[in-house]
C-alpha cells in the first residue's frame, strides 16, 4: 500500500484495514460453502470480489489464491472436475491461511 502522509487519513485507512482483515475468514468460508454446494457462477463472482478487495487493501497472497479459484472457475464454466476441485481446494486452504493471517496481524 502507498505511504500516507496525513496521519488522520493514515489512521482511517488502517482502521479500514484491520475491520476487512477481521472480515476475511468469513468471507473465504463463505466461498468454500459456495463451492461445496456447487454453485459455481456465485463462487466465482465470490472469488473474484475477494481476489480485488484483498488486493486493494495489500493482502497479496489472499488476493493470489481467490484468483487461482476464479480462473479455475472460469475455466470450468460448466463445473469443476475433480482435479479443479483439488486444485480449487488447495487454493482455499491457502486463502483460509492468508486470511487467518491477515486478520491476526492488521496494522
Known sequence: MTEVRDPAIAALLAEARRHYAASLPEKVAELRALLDRQA???ARRAA??????AGTYGFVALSDAAGAVEDLLIESSAGLDVDARNRASASI????NAAQSAAGSAP
Open 48 to 53: 473474484h470480489k475477494l481476489r480485488g478487495s
Open 93 to 96: 486452504e491457502a486463502a483460509l
Open 40 to 42: 459455481w457462477s456465485e
